[in-house]
């Protein structure tokens, strides 16, 4: 079929609404739900290739480590920069509680709660206790399911214990450094960046340069995001560059694309320009 671009929405809110809205289920149908949830909230949020996870969900695994076509495997993924260390402090905290606890626990404990459970079992004198104290419960318990959907650290028995797994013990001694997500941002800012993205584009472009990409990638035989991606295409079908100079502006667009397709997609602006008489090299100087 046709390349298709999915775009996944979500927020830590909607966890949240739809823990309440089930909370009046019979408990074991709210059990079976709230399993699910959680599932598709890690989804979401873990981390790992969508492929895999979705894969794995129905009993199979993906027999490569990089499906090449999800935000995760392109490196598209907004991690925070230091991950590592980050990791380190989680992983930590899960030994010093000699992996007897789970991950809201935990989260608890590395953000510096004064719950009362903590300061009854004296982890608030832990060295661990508030080494992230500069982040939400929320956000570290998310890395806390970032890191399980990564390996690193895997839940055990009725009341999901965290262990720090074989993986977990090469990021204490810094032989692997995990992703973890940058918290999200609020909702307003996303729909903001995907108006943006059309702004200024001209849809009669895009389609006729997707067409090229297309036909381009049949006879390379690669995918077309391997050509260029939608936001390139965007951004030329916004720009309409006229110049080898001009094309380099473009999102996406290096010296090496230039040299494999500059000729052909600078013709096809040309022609469909003219063809239409739009102006080109829109904000180029
Ligand atoms: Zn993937």
Redesign the pocket.
């Known amino acids: 079929g046709l390349e298709a671009e999915c775009c996944l929405f979500y927020s830590g809110g909607d966890y949240g609404i739809w823990k309440r809205l089930m909370s009046d289920m019979e408990p074991e149908a709210n059990r079976i739900a709230m399993v699910k949830l959680n599932r598709i909230y890690n989804y979401c949020t873990s981390g790992i ?4 996870a979705i894969l794995r969900y129905f009993g199979q695994d ?1 027999d490569k480590s ?9 490196g598209e993924l907004d991690c925070i920069e230091d991950g590592l260390i980050t990791a380190q402090k989680i992983l930590s905290c899960i030994l010093r509680l000699d992996q007897r606890f789970g991950g809201g626990y935990t989260a608890s404990v590395l953000t510096g709660s004064e719950d009362k459970r903590i300061l009854a079992n004296n982890h608030d004198k832990l060295s661990t206790y508030g080494l992230l104290g500069d982040y939400s419960k929320r956000i570290v318990h998310d890395w806390i399911e970032q890191l399980t959907g990564q390996d690193y650290i895997e839940k055990t028995g009725e009341y999901n214990v965290l262990n720090v797994t074989e993986r977990g013990r090469c990021v204490l001694k810094g032989k692997e450094t995990p992703r973890l997500l940058k918290p999200a941002q609020k909702p307003a800012k996303v729909s903001k960046v995907v108006e943006d993205s059309w702004q200024g584009v001209d849809r009669g472009l895009f389609e006729a340069l997707r067409k090229l990409r297309a036909i381009i990638a049949r006879k390379k035989n690669v995918p077309a995001y391997v050509i260029f991606g939608d936001a390139a295409l965007r951004d030329m079908a916004r720009r309409r560059p006229s110049t080898p100079r001009a094309f380099l502006e473009v999102k996406g667009v290096g010296e090496k694309k230039l040299q494999q397709y500059g000729e052909v997609v600078l013709g096809a602006i040309k022609d469909y320009c003219q063809a239409n008489s739009l102006q080109t090299d829109i904000g180029i100087w």
């Open positions: 290739c969508r492929h895999k993906l990089n499906c090449a076509a999800c935000d995760i495997c392109l």
